[in-house]
């Protein structure tokens, strides 16, 4: 049974902030100010990427403890944020995970929250833009639905509630809506979205193949199968030993609740 979204829910962004790692909820600079100020330095040399914005990068450079990129509009509002995965991931996932140019090993994955029409715009738009999307403009570009229900209806599998993450959603790629449970065949962002609201409140990225975690880098985990399957709806059967995440949250994590949440009704 599925809860109505509340009237006046404002759909037409993601979100107002931008926070990495769940419990820790680091914030991240969403304007160009807020990014000089806090270790991060231009590294686009005047290019922008229509599909992205203006790359900016850590001060100290891009490590295994410090992965992301972020991504800002000409009127210097956060427009992407990219993900670095170090070693290869599942090869049936590298659509997903693109080599970086001029590195040898390390994969990544960008999701944009502007459309190309706003990417490089100087006009201010949105706090946080008005989507998200996997690899915008390339072969593996994957639209992210903003509310519950167009993630529905768009073959998306609702899975479990946690508290200040609210309800995630699992696109298996070969199987959709039907869940494998094979990490091979599961696209690896699942977006969480509030249940009293209808609407996207953040996403995680996952990988089978560890990666630096807190306090040594940016990642969470890495979580046995069992404790993994908390995200899915039961029964879950997760085929990975072994699964990392980086949470990254769009709205405020204290408003997510999942008091009344039931997989049971979910698949009423």
């Known amino acids: 049974m599925r809860k109505k979204k509340k009237q006046g829910t404002d759909i ?3 979100g107002d902030r931008l926070l990495r790692t769940y419990n820790l909820f680091h914030s991240l600079p969403i304007t160009t100010a807020k990014a ?4 991060f330095s231009d590294t686009s040399n005047g290019f922008c990427d229509q599909n992205l ?10 490590t295994k403890e410090n992965p992301i990129f972020l991504y800002y509009s000409g009127s210097g509002q956060i427009s992407s944020v990219g993900i670095l995965h170090f070693g290869p991931p599942p090869a049936s996932l590298l659509p997903y995970w693109a080599p970086l140019n001029g590195t040898s090993g390390v994969y990544l994955m960008t999701v944009s929250f502007r459309s190309p029409t706003q990417a490089c715009s100087s006009l201010p738009g949105e706090i946080l833009g008005n989507q998200v999307v996997i690899n915008q403009g390339s072969n593996s570009n994957f639209y992210v639905p903003i509310t519950r229900s167009d993630a529905l209806n768009t073959q998306w599998s609702p899975g479990g509630c946690i ?5 995630h959603y699992i696109f298996d790629l070969i199987n959709h809506p039907t869940l494998s449970h094979k990490v091979e065949n599961t696209l690896p962002l699942y977006p969480t979205y509030n249940i009293q609201t209808d609407k996207i409140s953040g996403f995680l990225v996952s990988t089978p193949n560890v990666q630096n975690i807190e306090p040594f880098g940016v990642w969470e985990g890495p979580f046995i199968s069992d404790l993994w399957c908390y995200s899915f709806c039961p ?4 085929d990975a030993t072994f699964t990392g995440s980086l949470h990254f949250m769009l709205t405020d994590p204290n408003l997510n609740h999942c008091t009344g949440f039931s997989c049971f009704l979910e698949n009423l």
Not at 36 to 39: A, K, L, M, P
Not at 53 to 62: D, K, Q, S
Not at 163 to 167: E, L, V
């Open 36 to 39: 000089s100020q806090e270790g």
């Open 235 to 238: 029964p879950c059967s997760w």
């Open 53 to 62: 914005g203006y790359r900016w990068a850590p001060t100290n450079g891009i």
């Open 12 to 14: 037409s962004t993601p």
């Open 163 to 167: 508290q200040k993450m609210g309800q």
